[in-house]
Nanobody, 115 residues
Framework: VQLVESGGGLVQPGGSLRLSCAASGFTFSMYAMNWYRQAPGKERELVAGISRAGDSSDLAESVKGRFTISRDNTKKMVYLQMNSLNVDDTAVYYC?????????WGQGTQVTVSA
């Protein structure tokens, strides 16, 4: 199993970024996918999750109305569109899949929101 995130970077408050996660090594369409983030000095937190078919998703209260999670099962990709970013969104963002009882994580991509 391999999860590879991309798309992070430095953005000004109010800006947007789109994170991507490329999955391989498992039957992607059979598993829900998630995005987590971890800010300095804080615990890792669940940001967004999407169902296997992509027809259902859930977002943390702190990002509702600003972030959107989506997936493309033909490309084995999951995305996180982040709009209206603020400094509190600064964190390392991780792609996550739980296969059976085993969690799998990507290496993370840094998102920094700063003026």
């Amino acid at each position: 199993v391999q999860l590879v995130e991309s798309g992070g970077g430095l953005v000004q408050p109010g800006g947007s970024l789109r994170l991507s996660c490329a999955a391989s090594g498992f039957t992607f369409s059979m598993y829900a996918m998630n995005w987590y983030r971890q800010a300095p000095g804080k615990e890792r937190e669940l940001v967004a999750g999407i169902s296997r078919a992509g027809d259902s998703s859930d977002l943390a209260e702190s990002v509702k109305g600003r972030f959107t999670i989506s997936r493309d099962n033909t490309k084995k990709m999951v995305y996180l569109q982040m709009n209206s970013l603020n400094v509190d969104d600064t964190a390392v963002y991780y792609c996550h899949a739980k296969i059976g009882t085993h969690p799998f994580w990507g290496q993370g991509t840094q998102v920094t929101v700063s003026a």
